[in-house]
């Protein structure tokens, strides 16, 4: 499956962005999928997640409570809605898909084999 990330941008603290991964090649419902995001100088940090049936999400605590994530199988497409957009979200987010994902390592980048190439959120004070 290949992953194309879009929908980052530069927004205020307390703004909202989506941002939106679109699969190809194979159905996203195949997988589990997950979002990731990364600042420089640090390594990639976990921030949601997906089982593959969609029925139960997983969020970094930094985040419960203001992202969502979902997906759109009809369009085979990846979201992560965010809101209450604070500057230490400031990062570049990634989308990823993983099979052989299990409950214990959805928060793992090393369970997800395909990732996107990324998309910049700014978030200003």
């Known amino acids: 499956v290949q992953l194309q990330a879009s929908g980052g941008g530069l927004v205020q603290a307390g703004g909202s962005l989506r941002l939106s991964c679109a699969a190809s090649g194979r159905t996203l419902n195949s997988y589990a999928v997950g979002w990731f995001r990364q600042t420089p100088g640090k390594g990639r940090e976990f921030v949601a997640a997906?089982?593959?049936?969609?029925?139960?999400?997983y969020y970094a605590d930094s985040v419960k409570g203001r992202f969502t994530i979902s997906r759109d199988n009809a369009k085979n497409t990846l979201y992560l809605r965010m809101n209450s957009l604070k500057p230490e979200d400031t990062a570049v987010y990634y989308c990823a898909a993983g099979q052989g994902v299990i409950l214990t390592t959805m928060r793992s980048q090393a369970s997800y084999e395909y990732w996107g190439q990324g998309t910049l959120v700014t978030v200003s004070s």
């Open positions: 997906s089982r593959r049936s969609g029925d139960v999400t």
